[in-house]
């Protein structure tokens, strides 16, 4: 079992930057991969980037693709996402999510409660 908690959302000015994280708890953080997601408004929730249960391992969406960046300590059971960049499209809530699979997109085992990012024009 792993629970997750998302923290570092906030209001951003269009072109500003941003670390979310992710505290897990459990002893067996390290044997999942890690992914980041988010929902906004009225939309489907979106899958933005996955880091490997060793972190050498990434992908990520086109949508962020160069603009975000995943990480990942073991040592601390944390996993971030370093957002650049950000623009007004990319408000939404952002959740971190836990998985046995390799690099998956889909078929996550345990969720965050989220964190609101909002990003102004």
């Known amino acids: 079992q792993v629970q997750l908690v998302e923290s570092g959302g906030g209001l951003v000015q269009a072109g500003g930057s941003l670390r979310l994280s992710c505290a897990a708890s459990?002893?067996?953080?390290?044997?999942?991969?890690m992914g980041w997601f988010r929902q906004a408004p009225g939309k489907e929730r979106e899958f933005l980037a996955v880091i490997s249960w060793s972190g050498g391992s990434t992908y990520y969406a086109d949508s962020v693709k160069g603009r975000f960046t995943i990480s990942r300590d073991n040592d601390q059971n944390m996993v971030y996402l370093q957002m650049n960049n950000l623009k007004p499209e990319d408000t939404a809530v952002y959740y971190c999510?836990?998985?046995?699979?390799?690099?998956?997109?889909?078929?996550?085992?345990?969720w965050g409660q989220g964190t609101q990012v909002t990003v102004s024009s």
């Open positions: 459990g002893r067996t953080f390290s044997s999942y991969a």
């Open positions: 999510a836990a998985s046995t699979r390799l690099l998956p997109r889909t078929g996550y085992d345990y």
